[in-house]
């Protein structure tokens, strides 16, 4: 590391105001700051010196989406050789699911990369960090038979539409990942819903479908049969997007995130509890198979887990205050299990509940402000009349 460090001392003139790579500041400054801390310190103003930045805040997140890519790539190959009915060892369902998956990742990263740096260039920006995360989380939430293509398209909305038109990292109202898989399932419905995209190169005869569109089913059959036990469910055995069906592996990810206070326990929390009381109230005026489902279930299919862990806990779209993060979830487990009760034609509602409380957390921060400035108005002694 010394040696690269004093190699990118030695070029980093070069890149600077009046160096023959000047125009391309903006890009050496990402990589370097990425490598390294970076040796700038504030030099006047009331400030707080700390070890952590931006990037390696982004970092721990990527660290905790770990388990959840891994058991992904495993489940892909898994649920591929399954649907065939052949018996395959551990690592060749490892390599299937690479195959499939790696190229996801590798094609959001690069798009989305590409843009940001481009926006940094012609603004004279430092390159945002924000898509270290969102180049993850967008293959996460992918089917694992997605079309390549299909992943540029998406990524590139969510950057341009879902962030930079906004100022770029920090400054956007939607989580760009959320944004992009919008995108995809309203402008190409057929490659992000029904069976056969869940699977990667499935048997025809295989079913494929996964427990949130067999409750949906429920609804006209007049009764929920799941192919999956609640514990298979829970471990991640089942068809899904890549890293959102081993609600295990996602834990692990929030108790990173919690025990880093990178991530917001209170949202997590909250967001668990709204979907519990939603989905208990729903068991008790229950008209049809699918509110008749177990309250619990909820939290173990589809979107729940990942979407309560990786994309309501986002900084920048969720509410900021104590009172405000609690609100925000929890109107978002609510939202999500009545999205997915009521709208059998679209069961996976934790997408749309976490996009359409991204557009209010702001308006929930100010209810919260707004309610402690009342209080402590109330607090003042009363002026004595004359």
Do not use: C
Not at 117 to 139: C, T
């Amino acid at each position: 590391m010394k040696s690269l460090r004093t190699y990118l001392d030695k070029i980093k003139p070069q890149f600077q105001k009046g160096g023959k790579f000047e125009k391309l500041h903006s890009t050496f400054e990402a990589f370097e700051t990425f490598l390294f801390v970076p040796d700038k310190s504030t030099s006047r103003g009331s400030h707080i010196r700390d070890s952590i930045d931006m990037k390696r805040t982004m970092s721990v997140v990527v660290i905790a989406m770990i388990p959840a890519l891994l058991f992904g790539i495993w489940n892909a190959g898994h649920q591929h050789f399954l649907s065939l009915g052949e018996a395959a060892a551990f690592w060749d369902k490892v390599l299937f699911g690479a195959v499939k998956i790696v190229p996801i990742i590798v094609v959001s990263y690069i798009t989305g990369l590409a843009i940001e740096f481009i926006f940094a260039q012609i603004r004279g920006h430092e390159v945002n960090e924000g898509f270290l995360v969102s180049g993850m989380l967008i293959p996460l939430v992918m089917p694992p038979d997605v079309p390549l293509w299909m992943v540029a398209v998406a990524t590139a909305f969510a950057v341009v539409i879902g962030k930079e038109v906004f100022g770029g990292t920090g400054m956007n109202i939607l989580n760009p990942a959320l944004t992009a898989r919008a995108f995809l399932f309203f402008a190409y419905p057929a490659q992000m819903s029904g069976d056969k995209v869940w699977i990667a190169e499935k048997a025809d005869a295989f079913s494929g479908a996964t427990p949130l569109a067999e409750a949906a089913a429920g609804v006209g059959s007049g009764a929920v049969h799941f192919s999956h036990s609640l514990s298979d469910m829970f471990l991640g055995f089942i068809p899904g997007s890549i890293g959102e069906t081993s609600t295990l592996a996602i834990l692990i990810g929030a108790v990173i995130l919690a025990f880093t206070g990178v991530g917001s326990l209170r949202i997590m929390v909250s967001v668990a509890l709204g979907g519990l009381f939603m989905g208990g109230l729903l068991n008790v005026f229950a008209v049809n198979a699918f509110m008749e489902v177990p309250f619990y279930y909820h939290l173990v299919m589809g979107g729940f887990a990942f979407g309560a862990v990786f994309m309501a806990t986002d900084p920048v779209t969720a509410s900021q205050t104590a009172k405000g993060k609690i609100i925000y979830g929890f109107l978002i487990g609510v939202m999500a299990v009545l999205i997915r009760v009521l709208n059998p034609a679209y069961p996976e509602g934790m997408m749309l509940a976490i996009l359409l409380l991204n557009v209010f957390a702001p308006l929930i921060d100010h209810y919260v402000v707004e309610g402690n400035i009342k209080r402590r108005l109330k607090r003042l002694p009363k002026p004595v009349k004359a």
